[in-house]
């Protein structure tokens, strides 16, 4: 199977601020990634889909980026909104996620 | 806007079976595919497998039926011989399969709590 190792595994950061999460897979997946925003006791939301598509109704200042193994989700402007757990997830065969990356509030 | 509930047990015995619904509030439930994904206290997600297929994880295989009933706007997960490590929180979720190929999953439902424990 597939692995999906994000980083950093949790980012402190302050309202403003520029954050920007990198996934890698263990092998190429070419744009078959999506990235998610759960926050505590709810189901996860998708942002991203085929790497860089936004989902419709997610603001602007999410963007998702890369091909092959490597892929970022960039937040232009950190929202108090945005303070939540992020997790990337391939399809390659069949669906594997990455193990998260939680935002916390500097 | 379509929604997804589900519906069963929140306490299971070691050894028995895990069966769970999802509710499908829409009628177009047969032109999609419908995932079962779960998580852990505290972890990361895990996908399950997708209704009308014996594609799932293999790491679960063995273990589980996934089942459609679209008469009923239905989804089924059954997985048999459970221990404390399938103790989780379980979510239903549509795929949305993308014409580039990939696909993600773009409702979920809210999840329902499952304890494995005698």
């Known amino acids: 199977d597939i692995q999906m190792t994000q980083s950093p595994s949790t980012l402190s950061a302050s309202v403003g601020d520029r954050v920007t999460i990198t996934c890698r897979a263990s092998r190429t997946i070419n744009t078959w990634l999506a990235w998610y925003q759960q926050k505590p006791g709810k189901a996860p939301k998708l942002l991203i889909y085929g790497a860089s598509s936004l989902e419709s109704g997610v603001p602007s200042r999410f963007s998702g980026s890369g091909s092959g193994t490597r892929f970022t989700l960039t937040i232009s402007s950190l929202q108090p909104d945005d303070f939540a757990t992020y997790y990337c997830q391939q399809y390659v065969g069949y669906s594997t996620f990455g193990q998260g990356t939680k935002v916390e509030i500097k | 806007q379509v929604q997804l509930q589900e519906s069963g047990p929140g306490l299971v015995k070691p050894s028995e079976t895990l069966s769970l619904t999802c509710s499908v509030s829409s009628d177009s439930i047969n032109n999609y595919y419908w995932s079962w994904i779960r998580q852990p206290p505290g972890r990361g997600l895990e996908w399950i497998g997708y209704?009308?297929?014996?594609n799932s994880n293999p790491s679960l295989r063995s273990r589980v039926t996934i089942s459609l009933d679209t008469s009923k706007k239905q989804f089924s997960l059954k997985l048999k011989s459970v221990t404390a490590a399938d103790t989780a929180v379980y979510y239903c979720a549509r795929e949305r399969r993308l014409p580039e190929g990939g696909l993600a999953f773009d409702i979920w439902g809210q999840g329902t709590m499952v304890t494995v424990s005698s």
């Open positions: 209704s009308g297929s014996s």
